[in-house]
Nanobody, 116 residues
Framework: VQLQASGGGLVETGGSLRLSCAASRSVFSNSNMGWYRQAPGEQRELVAVLSSGGSPIYGDSVKDRFTISVDNAKYTVYLQMTSLKPEDTAVYYC???????????WGQGTQVTVSS
């Protein structure tokens, strides 16, 4: 398994969750890491990614509420989610976008449900 996501669950509106995605050293070292989400009946959308320079890029709907970060020693990317809303309910996927001609990997997805 190249990517292993965890940390999803059920939370009330206004609550917080932290997602984790552990990667293999090879994948982590050769990829730009990020998070996407997909709600039922919707297309998968960008939540947050790290550019090649390490700068975070956020989807408009999560700016100022979500924070992406990495632990280079653990080959892990995190998504700290605060002020959660019911519309944040989705399956969250971590993605490793290989640089150059390296492959793309997706994690298995973790469900986040925000109750109103």
């Amino acid at each position: 398994v190249q990517l292993q996501a965890s940390g999803g669950g059920l939370v009330e509106t206004g609550g917080s969750l932290r997602l984790s995605c552990a990667a293999s050293r090879s994948v982590f070292s050769n990829s730009n890491m990020g998070w996407y989400r997909q709600a039922p009946g919707e297309q998968r959308e960008l939540v947050a990614v790290l550019s090649s320079g390490g700068s975070p890029i956020y989807g408009d709907s999560v700016k100022d509420r979500f924070t992406i970060s990495v632990d280079n020693a653990k080959y892990t990317v995190y998504l700290q989610m605060t002020s959660l809303k019911p519309e944040d309910t989705a399956v969250y996927y971590c993605k490793a976008q290989g640089r150059g001609f390296k492959p793309i990997y997706w994690g298995q997805g973790t469900q986040v449900t925000v109750s109103s």
